[in-house]
T-cell receptor
Framework: TQLLEQSPQFLSIQEGENLTVYCNSS?????LQWYRQEPGEGPVLLVT?????EVKKLKRLTFQFGDARKDSSLHITAAQPGDTGLYLC????????????FGQGTTLQVKP | DAGVTQSPTHLIKTRGQQVTLRCSPK?????VSWYQQALGQGPQFIFQ???????QRGNFPDRFSGHQFPNYSSELNVNALLLGDSALYLC???????????????FGEGSWLTVV
C-alpha cells in the first residue's frame, strides 16, 4: 500500500523552467523529508520539515509542509540540468521512530 | 569521515539461494535501517537495528532477517530468494532511533541484487 502519493511521476522540462512536485497522503506525519537520488547512488537528504505550514528554501528549491501535515510540495525555480534526478518524499509518523514511508518518486529530467 | 558503506555493490543469485548484504554505518552512528528499492519505486522499510536488536520491522516476510554487531555494523540476510527480491537494497544510518530535530539519516549507495 502506497501511503504517500507523489505527482507527477515523470517530468521532462527545458532549462530555465519552473516546476512543482507534490507529495500527498491521508495520514498525518510528524515530519516529512525530501531526498534526491542519482543513478547508482543512495538518496541524499535535501530538507526536513516538521511544522505545519513550514516553508524552507534551499537556493532555488522551496519546500512547503501542509498546514495539516499531510502533504508537501517541492518547487524548483529556473531548473538547471544539474537538477536532473529522482526526487523522493518520505514521511515519519512519529518523531521517536526512524521508519520512513517513501513516495514512489518523481523522475526529473532538465534538458539544456 | 567515511559515510555509509555497503557491500557487495552488485551480485547475482539464483532462485532459492540465500544472500547476505553488509553495511557499515557512518562514523558515530549507532542505528542502522535497511530498505528495499525496486526499479522505478521508492524505498520500502525492511527493519531497523539499534543496540544489536531489531527495533522496528516493515511488511516483509521472515525470509528477511538481520543482525547488528557490537561495532554497529549490520547484515541483511534473505533466504529462499524469489525473482521478486531483485532490487536495490539500501542501508541507512543515524544516531539513535528517532528523527528528532537535527538527526539526519544517511544512506549508502546500495547493493544491487539480481535474482535469476
Amino acid at each position: 500500500t502506497q501511503l504517500l502519493e507523489q505527482s507527477p511521476q515523470f517530468l521532462s522540462i527545458q532549462e530555465g523552467e519552473n516546476l512543482t512536485v507534490y507529495c500527498n497522503s491521508s495520514s498525518v506525519f510528524s515530519s516529512l523529508q525530501w531526498y534526491r537520488q542519482e543513478p547508482g547512488e543512495g538518496p541524499v537528504l535535501l530538507v526536513t520539515v516538521v511544522t505545519g505550514g513550514e516553508v524552507k528554501k534551499l537556493k532555488r528549491l522551496t519546500f512547503q509542509f501542509g498546514d495539516a501535515r499531510k502533504d508537501s510540495s517541492l518547487h524548483i525555480t529556473a531548473a538547471q540540468p544539474g537538477d536532473t534526478g529522482l526526487y523522493l518524499c518520505a514521511g515519519a509518523y512519529r518523531s521517536n521512530t526512524g521508519k520512513l514511508i517513501f513516495g514512489q518518486g518523481t523522475t526529473l529530467q532538465v534538458k539544456p | 569521515d567515511a559515510g555509509v558503506t555497503q557491500s557487495p555493490t552488485h551480485l547475482i543469485k539464483t532462485r532459492g539461494q540465500q544472500v547476505t548484504l553488509r553495511c557499515s554505518p557512518k562514523s558515530g552512528h549507532d542505528t542502522v535501517s535497511w530498505y528495499q528499492q525496486a526499479l522505478g519505486q521508492g524505498p520500502q522499510f525492511i527493519f531497523q537495528y539499534y543496540e544489536e536488536e531489531e527495533r522496528q520491522r516493515g511488511n516483509f516476510p521472515d525470509r528477511f532477517s538481520g543482525h547488528q554487531f557490537p561495532n554497529y555494523s549490520s547484515e541483511l540476510n534473505v533466504n529462499a530468494l524469489l525473482l521478486g527480491d531483485s532490487a536495490l537494497y539500501l542501508c541507512a544510518s543515524s544516531l539513535g532511533i528517532g528523527l528528532l530535530s537535527g538527526n539526519t539519516i544517511y544512506f549508502g549507495e546500495g547493493s544491487w541484487l539480481t535474482v535469476v
